[in-house]
């Protein structure tokens, strides 16, 4: 899958805020699944916006993005097969536990086993929160809830937004390792947000927003 984007501007962006982006405002700008991206910025230069884009949770923009070439294609309709996204305030039920929020997910898309759940679970040093309500949770645990859901599904991109911001160095290293095993085993894309470089991953473009 390629995703295209040409001329893209938040609406609610200045062309002086965004004059300076590899991104914003730039003909063909292209992601092709197999690759890993890193777009970096500093704080309220547009991350979320750009995710929100291509996930198509905001149309709040000008510009056009195409996906596959395709100029007709409703980007709603890709999300359950084709793109995962991490966002960065999670969207979990707060209310459920972590094998609750993780298995509404599932039983949508029977991506996983129970069984694999489980052990994603455990690889994240979750095991001892499995049943425990996800507002009970530290942020840094709810952001590793919030990676295996979106790995509970096929996808050609996942969408990370800042999704290590709170993770020490050893579960950065440990999610990272995790999520390009899981998107190399499908030839998908990777498109993480960052404030600065992430040297636990192995990016093909750094691209500054
Ligand atoms: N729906 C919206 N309406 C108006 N302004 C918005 C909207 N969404 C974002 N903004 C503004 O756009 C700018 C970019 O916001 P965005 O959340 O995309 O930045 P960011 O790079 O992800 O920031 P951070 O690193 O702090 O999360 C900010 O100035 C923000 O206030």
Do not use: W
């Amino acid at each position: 899958m390629t995703i295209i984007l040409n001329n893209i501007k938040p609406s609610y962006m200045s062309e002086d805020e965004v004059s300076t982006s590899d991104i914003y405002m730039q003909p063909n700008v292209v992601f092709n699944s197999g690759k890993n991206y890193l777009i970096k910025a500093n704080s309220g230069h547009g991350k979320t916006s750009i995710l929100n884009f291509i996930y198509g949770s905001s149309t709040n923009y000008e510009g056009k993005i195409n996906y596959n070439s395709d100029t007709e294609i409703n980007v709603i309709s890709l999300r359950k097969t084709k793109l995962s996204y991490v966002f960065q305030d999670y969207k979990l039920f707060p209310s459920l536990s972590v094998f609750q929020n993780i298995i509404l997910k599932n039983n949508l898309t029977h991506h996983k086993t129970q069984d694999q759940i489980d052990a994603l679970i455990n690889h994240l040093n979750l095991g001892h929160k499995r049943d425990s309500l996800v507002e009970n949770l530290s942020l840094g645990q709810k952001q590793r809830v919030a990676i295996i859901r979106a790995l509970c599904q096929p996808f050609h991109f996942i969408l990370l937004d800042e999704p290590f911001s709170h993770l020490d160095p050893t579960n950065i290293k440990i999610v990272s390792a995790l999520i390009q095993k899981e998107a190399k085993q499908q030839n998908a894309g990777i498109i993480m947000t960052a404030l600065d470089e992430v040297f636990a991953f192995n990016f093909d473009t750094t691209i500054n927003l």
